[in-house]
């Protein structure tokens, strides 16, 4: 079975510092790859996804991610935070293959984003 | 714009009680999942369903199970509530014409005591 590791429980960004959270993945065949964010009492909801094509992928809010599959990671960056991207932040692999299981997404644990202004 | 809605966003129960969370969608989504989160665990996958009374087992779905009788409604149960259910339920959806992407609603926490 596929797994998601996320590097870092919990990040603490003064605001205008440069924004990196890991994300690494166990799959070896094609994936689909996305981020979610969690902000304080709302929902998850996407920020951006990979599926093909440019590996350099862009999303809400200034985020991008790149995808290197030869380190199967897809790595989550933004250049300058605001106290606003404080969140929950969750990287997430959809394989593809056929059945019923191509439908689900792994989840890795989470990467908690506090900006102090 | 996909919506995804649970019947609550707070629910308290005691012990041994039976237990519904309701999730509903609105666009027309074949698919449909039941997550716990709970913190430093990230999400986990309960039970998802592809089709109207179809069902698959995910990660942890010990001591929980689902109905779909409709294709819009997916509901996750509790036969005999637990205190180490006491989490973050939430429910998403997916068509499979796009993407795979899921759209998720608000969440319920429930609390067993």
């Known amino acids: 079975a596929q797994s998601v590791s996320q590097h870092n429980h919990h990040v603490i960004l003064s605001e205008a510092a440069s924004l990196e959270l890991g994300c690494n993945y166990s799959?070896?065949?094609?994936?689909?790859l996305f981020w979610y964010v969690q902000y304080p009492g709302q929902h998850l909801q996407l920020l951006l996804k990979?599926?093909?094509?440019?590996?350099l992928v862009k999303g809400i809010k200034g985020f991008e991610a790149e995808f290197i599959k030869s380190k199967f990671s897809f790595n989550l960056r933004k250049p300058s935070v605001q106290w606003s991207d404080t969140a929950e932040y969750f990287c997430?692999?959809?394989?593809?293959?056929?059945?019923?299981?191509?439908?689900?997404?792994?989840f890795g644990k989470g990467t908690k984003l506090s900006v102090i202004p | 714009d996909v919506k995804v809605t649970q019947s609550s966003r707070y629910l308290v129960k005691r012990t041994g009680e039976k237990v519904f969370l309701e999730c509903v969608q609105d666009?027309?989504?074949?698919?449909m999942f039941w997550y716990r989160q709970d913190p430093g665990l990230g999400l986990r996958l309960i039970y998802f369903?592809?089709?109207?009374?179809?069902?698959e087992k995910g990660d942890i779905p010990e001591g929980y199970s689902v109905s779909r009788e409709k294709k819009e409604r997916f509901s996750l149960i509790l036969e005999s509530a637990s205190t180490n259910q006491t989490s973050m339920y939430l429910c998403?959806?997916?068509?499979?014409?796009?993407?795979?992407?899921?759209?998720f609603g608000p969440g319920t926490r429930l609390t067993v005591t």
């Open positions: 369903s592809y089709d109207v009374k179809m069902k």
């Open positions: 997430a692999v959809n394989t593809l293959y056929s059945g019923a299981g191509s439908y689900q997404l792994t």
């Open positions: 799959y070896g065949g094609t994936v689909n």
């Open positions: 990979y599926f093909s094509g440019d590996p």
């Open positions: 998403a959806s997916s068509s499979v014409y796009y993407s795979y992407e899921q759209y």
């Open positions: 666009m027309d989504h074949e698919n």
